[in-house]
Structures are given as C-alpha cells and as structure tokens.
C-alpha cells in the first residue's frame, strides 16, 4: 500500500481481555517497529522485527506483551490480560533500510 | 535522566517568526539525528534526517547537530500555522530502534 495502515484505529477493551493491534507495513519494507505513546510521553520503543525476526525485543513492558510477523509484511502486537496502564497509542512504523522510519496513525488503546 | 531530553512546552509564535526547538541527550554513540512531526491524532511525519554533527538545511527547515555539545537543534523560518504541531528529536546509533524525546508542542498564531 502507499503507507504504513493500522487497525483498528480505536479499540475500547475491559480489564483483563486479550486485544490484537494489526499492522500492514509499505510493501518492500524489511524492517517493523511498534512503539507505544502515552499522553505526554515520548515514543517508547517495543520491538523490532527485520524480516519475520525479531533481534530486539527489549522494549516489551512485560511477558502479556508478544507480537510477530509473518511473511516479511504483517505484524500482529497481542497484548493479554490487559491493565489500564496499557492505555496508550500503539504506533507501527516501517523502513526499507535502518532509517527514515514511515509511521502509521496508530491504535489508540482504552482499557476500562 | 532520560536518555534524550527536549523540552515539552507549548511553544507560541507569531506567524513569519523563526522558530528554535532543541534537544540535548546523554549517549555519545548516537550517529543518527532526526526530527519528526507529529499532528493530532496522526503518526509522527520524518521532516529532516542527518547523520553525524554539521547542518542540513530543506526549504523553511534547518537541523543542526553539535555533538561535542550532545546538543540538536530544528530551525523553521517564516512559521506558519499549518507548522502548529508536536516536534519530537530522534537518535539512534545503528539505524534501528529510535530513542525520541517526549516532543515539544509548537502553536503558530496568524
């Protein structure tokens, strides 16, 4: 596609469900990356994927966090049980190379 | 101390006038700068990119780097209020995994 698309744009979730964040990156692109976004805060770095590896994935806050990709394109971040901390933008981006990130609009994330 | 320092604002301007957003940060092997724009409710937009210390300048944009300082600096001549939006500085020392500051908040008024 003609850039980075994430779904769903918004997503409202009880405390203690299971949500999936879907991200279509720009075909052709090796490397993915999820942050997260909190109000006022900076981008937080999650994981990294080059190609359907993931070489570091220190930023995950915690073991309910995982994410993979499949086929060297989409990318499903799952976050389980989830908590109100977890409330946040979760960003996806991707890049041909190792710079010059493309951002998608991201999910917006309620947990109530 | 966070890795990469940048103050949040809000920062108001009058239209036509230049604008300075900065940041400073702690890791001497970053290589990397960018800066990043950000409107409400979209993704950060990659404005300018450098590698290493010097300037970079594109149109109304200019990007200084000062590493014997870890200091980073975006410049907008003549602002404008479609320039209204959060300005986050991104580092890195490989190309992968950006460590970005908390963005600065900029309002233009016409």
């Known amino acids: 596609g003609a850039g980075v698309s994430q779904s769903p744009s918004n997503k409202v979730t009880e405390k203690g469900k299971d949500v999936e964040l879907r991200c279509d990156p720009i075909?052709?692109?090796?490397?993915l990356y999820w942050y997260r976004q909190s109000l006022g805060q900076g981008l937080e770095f999650l994981i990294y994927f080059q190609g359907n590896s993931a070489p570091d994935k220190s930023g995950l806050p915690s073991d309910r966090f995982s994410a993979e990709r499949t086929g060297g394109s989409v990318s499903t971040l799952t976050i389980q049980r989830t908590q109100q901390e977890d409330s946040a933008v979760y960003l996806c981006a991707s890049s041909p190379a190792n710079y010059g990130y493309t951002f998608g609009s991201g999910t917006r994330l309620t947990v109530v | 101390q966070k890795e990469v320092e940048q103050d949040p604002g809000p920062l108001s301007v009058p239209e036509g006038a230049i604008v300075s957003l900065n940041c400073t940060y702690s890791?001497?092997?970053?290589?990397?700068f960018m800066w990043y724009r950000q409107y409400s409710r979209k993704g950060p937009e990659l404005l300018m990119y450098t590698y290493s210390s010097g300037n970079k300048e594109d149109g109304r944009f200019t990007a200084q780097v000062d590493k014997s300082s870890k200091y980073i600096s975006l410049f907008i001549r003549d602002s404008q209020p479609s320039d209204s939006a959060t300005y986050l500085c991104a580092m890195t020392q490989y190309g992968n995994k950006l460590v970005f500051g908390a963005g600065t908040i900029l309002r233009v008024k016409s």
């Open positions: 075909s052709g692109h090796t490397a």
């Open positions: 890791n001497s092997a970053f290589q990397y």
